[in-house]
């Protein structure tokens, strides 16, 4: 079925549903306000995303009204009228005109500030868009978005999120899909409009909602602008919000077909914090706490990020209050925090979260206090310091009651259920860095993050080496015209002694940050490892918004002067450190980033200014700042040529979204190549796309529609750079066997079919294949994931259809990702067997993966052939060679010191010892690292009369004296150069059930050789022997990848 899909028809939509009802409101109900048109417009547009899920979402809520078509159109009109309302209510109609616009001169042209930062603010957010909208798609390879949409999709086919859907984990939990409705309503509201109420089409809802993280990309990047410009001025917010635009993994994460809850959690993260910090800005009314409050409940209703939301705000409150308390000689000021805070408690917190978000997942009666409590215990602790303010003048006496307070207070947190729920939203926000459980360990974004951080954050946080070659470009291109030397020792001295010079800056700064991580381990009770970060810009930004933090603070203190500087770091830093030690949350710590960026410059022309006297020096530092910003920004988006590439090629046509218009390129394609898929799409391109996802979506014309040449799809180190960068990018899509797996399980299996996978696929199984799942990617039993992973690597045919039974399912799929990787063994087998062993308690989270007995005894044989002969028969002289296997000795960290946990089999060769260079790992790798000898590998001859190489037992000896055959097929040859054995290949053993191998004139198998675990497993029957006892083979998709086993009658 082709799926048909009109960008501009879905930005026409969003534009007449969200962004003018928003803007009518905006423009109401800032009319007083001092912001330029632009900034009120988006403003509106955030209130219109967020105010048109809610007013269907309150209708279900409040009154039982499941979602149709028509209550999307009644939520726009709603919507519209209330917006109408308070546009007419607040007179915002007199007075209003249109912003300025440059004034044409006979000599010259006139251009307002105003009018520069809304040009520059605009052309920042366009290029965020299309950096991110080219890869729209219902197909996108990612997992967890298509989760979020099929929350989407049964409020538009059930027209509400049922308390027990029975879509996975059954029958041991009952699950549901009563979340984000902030986002889902969205998404549900826009798919009516576009769709006009007709049949639902899941692809259609796929491809839809995959549009909707650039929008709120672009969202996230104006209220970081907003932000930074209310804590600074307008320019530093542009510095912001153009180092944002471009950050490497900002823009994957939120490119379109990431339909997760992150970009939304960015989006009404930033309108949080641009409220609040407006909050405290502009004081006195109840507009700005109001929005905030809004801007909180967003998140807790969009997102799953409100322990973010609520840690920054409370710490804040905290702080803010004790320095309010001691500076100020009377109450004024906490009782504005006091109030400000309140109105944001009551909407964003108490109604946002613990009402409407934990009463739609949970039902009525269910309370959970994590977010609500520590947020009012805050609050509390405000009026508390008010009153006291307010009762003792007197600063001595006031100290000392203050004092009394917190050390009350901690008795308090440390003694009441109060403390706990604090604790454990504290130990939420940091704990999320350590590992608690074993399946933690065998996620990649549960992973520590890597000490170098630039290939995700961008230029702002390369090491300095990279940093002066990417300057210096201009002069070693000129270099490089006449001497490739010169220039590649200037950019490798300069980098070196640069490097050298800035460890003055990177090792305090580390020993700080490892420091704050130890004290709130030591408070919290958490575990949370923090691993030195590279000597890079990295840490030199982190010293620099210390630096300008405290200068803030300073001021604050000393000249009582409204700043924000604890806020500006009690909403970073705390989310910041956490991202920076682990992989989930990078992306966290590159927005903030950029948001520090733009405060230090913004903030650091002060002590600048205060050091070199003189107003026109003054100047001059404020211009020095603002040009240091431009160029980071600009050096920012340019450097790597990512950024560049994916602007240049976002509009360029793809196939899948207008065969049409490809046809004439497929056609010269087809004319040069012959090939046969360019040929068919060339010759019908609507018929070819029409036959089903896989041709539609095909990845090969998809990057051809990019590629300029064909070679350059089998070549793409001739294509221009841009080219091979935007085609891997835009064309990232699901394989297509796994699209043939969900669509066989949909149209084939039974309309209540259950099939247990591992949990990758649940959230596929549910959308792709519109059935139920076993397991799922949300993880929500832990014991469930480890009883299939057992299942499959341990456990007999008959104890897996056991365990299936009780859990209503009769198929089972095993799939190649699970067991390969590349052209060797791997994959996401060691997750498995990791797990496997935990759940039979062979292994702990204290321990990483593959530290045990249990996962070498569940590993396959891999031998390394060496060119060291060996004697197979004297009497048939017959030689061969000797073949060894890798044994390590494996230490892990504990209490400071290294521990011996054992001498484990492996079934590589350690990276590492490929080459060694340097001394240390020279040494580990000759005391560490052990090479057994294991087989001697001579040629067999087999029963089909094909002679192929085998391998013989060094210590079993046949009668004649000759070795004994180990019945094992050879697969899988790599080539290696260790440092124990020089030049050598990997081979990995195989056993089958064929009749292939001769044994004393007698025609086996080679089964009975077998040796570990693995080769009994489920697993490897099922994907490598084609058979399951107890179970029939129901699918192998095209080329083997994926198999579906059916439990037999």
């Not at 994959?827 to 308690?841: P, R, V």
């Not at 019945?967 to 990997?986: E, I």
């Amino acid at each position: 079925m082709f799926v048909s899909f009109e960008l501009l028809l879905l930005l026409f939509w969003i534009f007449v549903s969200a962004f003018i009802p928003g803007a009518i409101l905006s423009f109401g109900i800032l009319r007083k306000q001092d912001f330029l048109w632009l900034e009120k417009l988006l403003i509106g547009f955030a209130l219109g995303i967020v105010l048109l899920a809610l007013i269907p979402f309150l209708m279900y809520f409040l009154a039982g009204v499941k979602f149709s078509y028509m209550v999307a159109v009644v939520s726009v009109a709603l919507l519209y009228l209330i917006s109408i309302a308070v546009f007419v209510w607040k007179k915002a109609y007199e007075g209003l005109k249109l912003p300025e616009m440059p004034k044409l001169g006979a000599e010259n042209i006139t251009v307002t500030k105003e009018a520069a930062v809304s040009f520059f603010l605009l052309l920042i957010l366009v290029v965020s868009f299309m950096l991110r909208v080219g890869t729209y798609s219902p197909v996108f390879q990612e997992l967890d978005p298509y989760y979020y949409t099929y929350i989407a999709q049964q409020l538009l086919v059930f027209g509400e999120n049922p308390f027990d859907d029975q879509t996975a984990w059954y029958p041991e939990l009952e699950v549901e899909h009563r979340q984000v409705p902030a986002l889902s309503y969205l998404e549900a509201v826009w798919y009516s409009l576009y769709n006009g109420g007709t049949e639902y089409d899941n692809m259609l809802l796929a491809v839809l909602a995959s549009m909707y993280p650039p929008v709120a990309a672009v969202l996230a990047v104006f209220f970081i602008y907003l932000f930074v410009s209310v804590v600074t001025k307008r320019e530093w917010g542009l510095v912001s919000a153009g180092l944002a635009t471009s950050v490497p993994i900002f823009i994957m994460k939120l490119s379109a077909g990431e339909q997760e809850i992150q970009p939304y959690a960015f989006f009404s993260l930033t309108f949080f914090f641009a409220m609040y910090a407006l909050t405290l800005k502009r004081k006195g009314g109840l507009l700005f706490p109001a929005l905030a409050g809004l801007g909180f409940a967003a998140v807790a209703l969009g997102s799953g990020s409100q322990v973010l939301a609520m840690i920054s705000a409370m710490l804040f409150m905290v702080v803010q209050s004790i320095a309010l308390y001691l500076r100020d000689e009377d109450e004024s000021g906490l009782f504005s925090l006091l109030k400000s805070n309140a109105v944001i408690f009551l909407i964003g917190p108490f109604l946002g979260s613990f009402i409407l978000r934990d009463w739609f997942r949970r039902g009525w009666f269910t309370m959970d206090f994590t977010i609500v409590a520590p947020y009012f215990l805050a609050l509390a602790f405000v009026g508390l310091l008010y009153i006291l303010k307010k009762k003792l003048p007197d600063f001595q006496k006031a100290s000392l009651a203050l004092a009394a307070v917190l050390l009350v207070g901690m008795v308090a947190l440390a003694a009441t259920p109060l403390g706990e729920y604090a604790t454990k939203s504290a130990k939420r926000a940091f704990g999320i860095a350590e590992f608690r459980f074993p399946l933690q360990r065998t996620i990649a974004e549960q992973n520590l993050a890597p000490s170098n951080l630039g290939s995700t954050m961008g230029f702002v946080a390369q090491t300095y080496d990279v940093v002066f070659a990417t300057l210096l470009t201009p002069v070693t291109a000129i270099l490089r015209l006449g001497s490739e030397g010169a220039a590649a020792g200037l950019e490798d001295g300069l980098g070196w002694i640069f490097s050298q010079l800035f460890l003055i800056v990177t090792v305090p700064v580390n020993l700080a940050l490892a420091l704050f991580v130890g004290i709130v381990n030591l408070v919290l009770g958490t575990n949370v490892q923090f691993v030195d970060k590279a000597n890079s810009l990295l840490l030199l930004w982190v010293l620099a918004f210390w630096v300008a933090a405290a200068y803030a603070l300073y001021r604050f203190v000393k000249y009582k002067e409204n700043n924000l500087s604890l806020l500006m770091l009690t909403f970073i830093m705390p989310a910041f450190v956490v991202g920076i030690i682990k992989a989930k949350y990078t992306v966290y710590a590159a927005v903030l980033l950029s948001v520090a960026i733009g405060f230090s410059l913004g903030t650091l022309g002060g002590p600048l200014s205060e050091i070199l006297k003189g107003e026109k020096t003054r100047e001059a530092v404020g211009r020095a700042l603002l040009v240091v910003g431009t160029a980071l920004v600009v050096i920012q988006f340019a450097f790597g040529g990512f950024a560049p590439s994916l602007l240049w090629g976002s509009a360029i046509p793809l196939y899948q979204n207008d065969p049409a218009e490809l046809a004439p390129k497929f056609q010269q394609f087809c004319d040069v190549s012959n090939d046969s898929v360019v040929c068919a799409a060339a010759e019908d391109p609507t018929g070819y796309a029409e036959q089903g996802t896989n041709y539609q979506y095909n990845r090969k014309l998809c990057e051809l529609s990019i590629l300029s040449d064909y070679s350059h799809y089998s070549k793409r180190g001739k294509a221009p750079f841009w080219e091979a960068s935007v085609a891997s990018f835009r064309c990232q899509r699901i394989a297509p066997y796994w699209i043939e797996t969900m669509e066989w399980i949909r149209h084939n299996t039974e309309n209540d079919s259950r099939t247990t996978s591992w949990w990758d696929y649940g959230h596929w199984i549910n959308f792709f294949g519109q059935k139920n799942a076993v397991l799922r990617n949300e993880h929500r039993s832990k014991t469930m994931i480890g009883a299939v992973a057992d299942g499959y690597l341990d456990a007999t045919p008959e104890e897996l259809k056991d365990w299936m039974k009780e859990h209503d399912s009769e198929y089972a799929l095993l799939d190649m990702e699970l067991i390969m990787s590349g052209a060797s063994l791997g994959g996401k087998y060691g997750a498995l067997n990791y797990l496997s062993c935990a759940h039979n308690n062979e292994t702990t989270v204290e321990r990483g993966t593959m530290k045990s007995d249990c996962e070498a005894e569940h590993l396959w044989e891999t031998i390394f052939i060496s060119s060291q002969p060996c004697t197979i028969s004297k009497t048939g002289n017959k030689t061969g060679n000797l073949a060894y296997k890798v044994y390590e000795d494996v230490y892990q960290e504990k209490n400071g010191e290294a521990e011996f946990l054992g001498t484990f089999y492996r079934h590589y060769y350690p990276p590492g010892c490929v080459n060694p260079k340097d001394a240390n790992t020279v040494s580990y790798c000759r005391n560490a690292v052990h090479m057994e000898p294991a087989y001697c590998v001579g040629n067999v001859l087999l029963a089909t009369n094909e002679t192929i190489p085998g391998t013989y037992y060094l210590n079993q000896t046949y009668p004649t004296g000759d070795l004994k055959l180990n019945k094992a097929m050879l697969q899988l040859p790599l080539q290696y150069h260790t440092s124990h054995l020089g030049p050598v290949t990997a081979a990995t053993l195989f056993y089958t059930n064929e009749p292939i191998w001769i044994e004393n004139g007698v025609i086996k198998s080679g089964y009975e050789d077998r040796k570990g675990e693995f080769y009994d497993s489920n697993l490897y029957k099922g994907l490598f022997l084609n058979s399951i006892p107890g179970f029939e083979l129901a699918f192998t998709s095209s080329g083997g990848a994926v198999k579906i086993y059916k439990i037999a009658d």
